[in-house]
T-cell receptor
Framework: AQSVTQLDSQVPVFEEAPVELRCNYSSSVSVYLFWYVQYPNQGLQLLLKYLSGSTLVKGINGFEAEFNKSQTSFHLRKPSVHISDTAEYFCAVSRNQAGTALIFGKGTTLSVSS | GAGVSQSPSNKVTEKGKDVELRCDPISGHTALYWYRQSLGQGLEFLIYFQGNSAPDKSGLPSDRFSAERTGGSVSTLTIQRTQQEDSAVYLC?????????????FGAGSRLTVL
């Protein structure tokens, strides 16, 4: 079965600094990869996804992630964060196969301060 | 409907009681998921329904938990003989398939507090 490890539970950064949220997965087969975001007191929403093709994927709000098959990673990056990026970020994986569940990591809390 | 609807939004119950949580997915979405979100545990997968296939129940934590999906639409998650450790936010999501992958739309959740 696939699994997801988010290496940092909390990431504090200052406004306008770059940020990287790390995600590693394990799976014996090809996968689809996702990042979801949960802003304070809001529901989860899709930030970006990797299904196939280019390994660099761009999402909403200036975020991007790179799929690295050899390192089984899908790290999320943003070159300059804003206060409004403060949220919890979840990495998720499913097998590249019909009828499989989406498994989430435990989340990373990004706190942006001025 | 326009989004995934969950009810109740908040439920407080006494230990040992049974509870039912309802999820009304987006019309036309064939897949439906239940997750549990508790502090420090992220999103814990519970159960997954895909069309008419047998559900993936591999995430249900004990036999006190069950779920059904009637007519391929509304789903009910039932927790019997609730325990304090069942306190959490229960999230439902439904999905459409994008290039073979399920992209989830989440409901606002049902917050369960077991006293």
């Amino acid at each position: 079965a696939q699994s997801v490890t988010q290496l940092d539970s909390q990431v504090p950064v200052f406004e306008e600094a770059p940020v990287e949220l790390r995600c590693n997965y394990s799976s014996s087969v090809s996968v689809y990869l996702f990042w979801y975001v949960q802003y304070p007191n809001q529901g989860l929403q899709l930030l970006l996804k990797y299904l196939s093709g280019s390994t660099l994927v761009k999402g909403i709000n200036g975020f991007e992630a790179e799929f690295n098959k050899s390192q089984t990673s899908f790290h999320l990056r943003k070159p300059s964060v804003h206060i409004s990026d403060t949220a919890e970020y979840f990495c998720a994986v499913s097998r590249n196969q019909a009828g499989t569940a989406l498994i989430f990591g435990k989340g990373t809390t990004l706190s942006v301060s001025s | 409907g326009a989004g995934v609807s969950q009810s109740p939004s908040n439920k407080v119950t006494e230990k040992g009681k049974d509870v039912e949580l309802r999820c009304d997915p987006i019309s036309g979405h064939t897949a439906l998921y239940w997750y549990r979100q508790s502090l420090g545990q992220g999103l814990e997968f519970l159960i997954y329904f895909q069309g008419n296939s047998a559900p993936d129940k591999s995430g249900l934590p004990s036999d006190r938990f069950s779920a059904e999906r009637t007519g391929g639409s509304v789903s009910t998650l039932t927790i019997q003989r609730t325990q304090q450790e069942d306190s959490a936010v229960y999230l439902c999501a439904s999905s459409s398939r994008v290039s073979g992958a399920n992209v989830l739309t989440f409901g606002a959740g049902s917050r369960l507090t077991v006293l």
